[in-house]
């Protein structure tokens, strides 16, 4: 009898945490819409909550069948701020070039460098580290990751502007530093 009240019990948690993440999808995704179409017309806000509604259950359905591995860890969140800053900093990187470029009529050059990376295994986590690290150093105007090599452990990042890693590179080359000296011994 008390294996019977189980299986509702945990067949309702399994809903409730679908119904959790699908809610968080398309909030996510609403949101997303709406920084897109920048307009709040109720035509748009129609539109864009059956899309993400749609967007959402295609979502969940994926990670219940274990198709999509993304498990991020919330502590990530705390990296946002220093990502506006960077993204604020390559903007005055970026205002200066095209000072230099237009006004002062100085050669501006892009640079493309490699940075160690630890690529991670074919797991959630290690997928989710490598997403958010191509979106974090891509956001940022003056960068764009060209290439992750699982191989070479590294990351091809092209830059506008020559100058020193950001606070995202510089993590992820001491992380793939450390982790290649763990792996020699």
């Not at 968080?24 to 897109?36: C, K």
């Not at 806000?45 to 919330?74: C, D, E, I, K």
């Not at 493309?112 to 997928?127: C, K």
Request: proline share 5%; with cysteine; glycine share 6%.
């Amino acid at each position: 009898m008390e294996a019977q009240h189980r299986r509702p019990n945990r067949a309702r948690t399994a809903q409730a945490r679908s119904l959790a993440l699908w809610l968080a999808w398309w909030a996510v995704l609403f949101v997303l819409w709406l920084l897109l179409v920048d307009t709040v017309q109720w035509e748009e806000l129609v539109v864009g909550s059956a899309a993400a509604a749609v967007s959402a259950t295609v979502a969940v359905v994926l990670l219940r069948r274990g198709y999509l591995r993304f498990h991020p860890r919330a502590a990530w969140l705390g990296e946002i701020p220093w990502l506006v800053w960077d993204v604020i900093v390559d903007c005055g990187l970026l205002a200066g070039a095209l000072w230099r470029k237009v006004v002062l009529r100085q050669p501006v050059e892009g640079v493309t460098i490699r940075v160690p990376f630890h690529h991670g295994g074919d797991n959630g986590r290690d997928g989710a580290r490598r997403a958010l690290v191509n979106f974090a150093v891509s956001l940022t105007p003056n960068s764009y990751v060209v290439d992750i090599d699982p191989e070479a452990d590294s990351l091809l990042v092209h830059r506008l502007v020559p100058c020193p890693l950001d606070r995202v590179l510089r993590r992820e080359a001491e992380r793939a530093t450390l982790s290649s000296k763990e792996e020699t011994l």
